[in-house]
């Protein structure tokens, strides 16, 4: 019954539907860019690393410790032996100035200089292309996003940074994670090339599992020698990551909510005009004998399912989108660039589609109280 | 004016249409104000950017500092009015979630570079008589409510002092303001002779150079030789106008900022769509009426006249009060507390705003109002039968 006249007002229903699929497609869309950023963030990282900072800084780009440190902290309890000892990589990590495939403009590019250890540590990171620096050289190797994102970094490219030309001998990929932004190369040709031979910026150790953390950490935090920073790396990952993320997650709630009190109303609009368009109708079912409860509902499933429509189509249309779009932006937090793709999940989707019935709810409810109380003889007396 | 009742009397007739497509276009206009805001915010500086005023940083990156000696062989360098130096101190006030640039600097240079912060001369002068003075903009100082003479502990991140001391304590000297639209007032300045003689970690080093020119059309020569004179040294610069390195700054935030404007706007005219349907719509609902009013006399310009009237009264009636919400909720601060500094929406703006207002009174109107016109009074008046 409510269907049969839908056709008498494509035009009211139409508005109604593409109002909702905006605010859908913007919402999971928006989030879909906080959810990307995030991912590619905290997609590695395990609970049996540890990262050491120095006391007080917040990023590795702030940190400093001195080399003897790095002794003390690769001694301390906890931390697997290797085949050439502790698994403890002390690592620099500055940014390069390189420009992006897709402007043209610098972007600072994060160059880490690692540890013998390092792969150990990070046991993700695997070489798909060419082959591993070579301890002592000028020789890097290039996350695979960072490949895709900036200029120059193909196998075989040389780039100068300083008084070095570097050159590029493989790419590497780390399960979608961080690193993938970044460039790699020996800590003990970088750190000269930097003048920071005697300091290093953080350490990254593997342990002998998850439990050990903590009585790592108090190990290194008691010691009158040292004052570092000790924190679990999936930890210290989405620490990394909070500033960009909340901002977009408030930017994007912010917009959201505007969008769905907009489209509240125009719901309230397409259910009132639908409403009154049928008030004849609606005068006579009450005349026959029908009660207010089956014309709120019929109303409000009315609406509910335009809803619904908008909302898949909102939702589909930010998949088709966005779902796997590549960008690479600034993290405040270490001054340099992230590459990720943003990503639709299906928990996103059904946010959305519930989003879009809550305004489907809402947009119905009043109109739908309206045509239930309405006297039968006014209604029947309506043209 | 005189039909102004006709019109405020059409669009009481369905008051909760009315006001509901009032609401909506209401809101389409605030949402504008914020897409304006944040897209200002995200191209901080742009605007704002002195025409004369050159960046010069490490080639590599400006996280790579510089020497202090380089500022007398850029003062010699021929078109060069003045140089000062500004360093990314990163400390933290309270907690690290409260972000605010802290800058060493030598006070009168750098003030009379950016001539656009004003600062009272008697603060100034208490300024240059204490060493651990420092100056607040106007944002970051009603912010956190700090008042003249109070003593502010900021957390070092990077530069530790002598003894390993990470808290360092600087004396509120003065709170600058700016008379430009847009200036970040937010930064926290404090001495560069008390920052180099308390810290180690780089001594004599600085971030970046600050250099104004003569002429501005020179500028982008002079930035050339600035470079020139320390190619293939240690420290190698890359100089370029203010403009050119607040855009770079903008473009690392990359397309994500092109994309939220963009799903933003299509929100906008999606609001404004559906709006602009309701309204279309209320206007052909009363064809009779308007045969009514033709029959009176009422001629073809006239009916024209009223019935876009009609649309562009609710439209800018509606449109102008979102814009005003937005100014005011947009003037009590940047919504996530802190990462855009500068958060404000710019004059322009408000223009374009107004523009688009009166296009959708317009454009919703137009068609049912050429309708209207051609309406002959006969056919009007039988479709009320």
Known sequence: MTFATLGQRKGSSFASVFGIAGVVAVFVGVLSIANGFRNAMTATGSPRNAVILRSGASSEMMSSLRRESGRIISDAPGIVMGENGPLASAELFVVISLPKISTGTDANVPLRGVGDAAFDVRDDIEIIEGRRFEPGKNEVIVGRAAAAEFAGLQLNDKFQVGPNEWTVVGTFTERGGISESEIWTDAKVLGPAYARDEYFQAAYVRLKDADTFDSFKDAL??????????????????????????????????????????????????????????????????????????????????????????????????????????????????????????????????????????????????????????????????? | MKFLPIIWANLKRRKL?????????????????????????????????????????????????????????????????????????????????NLHAQIPVVPEEYFEIYDEFILPEEQMKKWKETKTGAVAGR?????FGWKIGDRIPIQATIYEKENGEQMWEFDLVGIYDSDKEGADTTQFFFRHDYFDEAQTFAEGMIGWYLVKVDDPDQADAIAKTIDEQFANSTFETKAETEAAFTRGFAAQIGNITAIMIAIMSAVFFTILLVAGNTIAQSVRERTEEIGVLKSLGFTNPQVLALVLGESCFLSTLAGGIGLGIAFWLISMGDPTGGNLPIFYLPTRDLVTGVICMILLGLLTGIAPAIQATRLKIADALRRAA
Not at chain 1, 248 to 267: D, Q, R, S
Not at chain 1, 356 to 369: D, E, K, Q, R, S
Not at chain 2, 25 to 31: H, K
């Open chain 1, 221 to 383: 935090t008691s010691d009158p020698r040292l004052r570092v920073k000790v924190t679990r790396q999936t930890d210290f990952y989405s620490e990394q990551s909070t500033g960009i993320y909340m901002m977009i997650v408030t930017l994007g709630a912010l917009v959201a909510t505007l969008m769905a009190i907009g489209a509240i109303f125009g719901a309230l609009n397409t259910m009132f005009s639908a409403v009154a368009a049928r008030t004849r109708e609606i005068g006579t079912l009450r005349a026959l004998g029908f009660n207010g409860l089956p014309v709120i509902i019929s109303i409000l499933i009315e609406s509910i399912l335009l809803a619904l429509v908008g909302g898949s189509i909102g939702g589909g249309l930010a998949w088709w989108a966005f779902d796997g779009y590549q960008a690479a932006t600034i993290n405040w937090q270490t001054f340099s660039q992230v590459a990720f793709a943003f990503d639709v999940t299906p928990s996103l989707l059904i946010q959305g589609i519930c989003y879009a019935t809550l305004i489907g709810v809402v947009g119905g409810l009043f109109p739908a109280f309206r045509a239930a109380r309405m006297p039968v003889t006014t209604a029947l007396r309506e043209i």
């Open chain 2, 17 to 97: 249409r009315t006001a509901l497509t009032m609401a909506s276009v209401l809101i389409a206009f605030l949402l504008f104000g914020y897409l304006c805001a944040i897209e200002e915010a995200m191209n901080a500086g742009i605007n704002v950017a002195g025409a004369d005023r050159l960046i010069v940083r490490h080639k590599a990156s400006i996280i790579q500092m510089l020497p202090m000696s380089h500022k007398e062989r850029i003062q010699q360098i021929p078109g060069v009015q003045s140089v000062a130096h500004a360093t990314w101190f990163g400390g933290i006030y309270q907690e690290p979630g």
């Open chain 2, 139 to 143: 944002t970051t100082a009603d912010k």
